[in-house]
């Protein structure tokens, strides 16, 4: 699937979070999301909260999943686990993920999070998904 169909695959399906995700771009080895960042992304302290920097990455890995499968809404996570290694800055953040194993049920991989115009990521989630035959 390109970004664009991607982008409107997740406006048919999931029109509660349109608008809240950018499908930047999709490659079979890469593909990149973007959270632009509002007042309701913010934790105390003026920094994006965990919860946001998870559903980014659960967002992006999930758009993974669809660029090597196909338009599969009833995929779903089975395991995700985050390590937040840095404060995150008031930016918009950036996911990068990637597929490690394509299996015919299960989907494994990553996602690493920056916040925009940092080198380092902030976060990295390892994740699985399930995928309907």
């Known amino acids: 699937m390109t970004a664009q169909e991607i982008a409107a695959f997740l406006a048919d399906e999931f029109p509660q979070i349109d608008g809240d995700f950018e ?6 080895k890469e593909i990149v999301m973007r959270l632009p960042v509002k007042d309701k992304h913010l934790r ?3 920094t994006v909260s965990g919860p946001s920097m998870f559903a980014l990455a659960d967002v992006a890995f999930y758009v993974a999943v669809l660029a090597n ?6 995929a779903v996570t089975t395991s995700c686990n985050i390590d937040f290694m840095r ?3 008031q930016t918009d953040m950036i996911a990068r993920a990637h597929v490690l194993k394509l299996g015919r049920t299960l989907v ?18 390892s994740l699985t998904y ?3 035959k």
Do not use: C, F, Q
């Not at 499908?23 to 079979?28: K, N």
């Not at 494994?108 to 989630?125: C, W």
């Open 23 to 28: 499908v930047v771009s999709v490659s079979a």
């Open 44 to 46: 105390p302290g003026g």
């Open 69 to 74: 499968v196909g338009p599969k809404a009833l």
């Open 87 to 89: 404060k995150p800055a």
């Open 108 to 125: 494994v991989g990553d996602v690493m999070l920056y916040s925009e115009g940092m080198d380092k990521p902030v976060a990295r989630a």
């Open 130 to 132: 399930s995928v309907p």
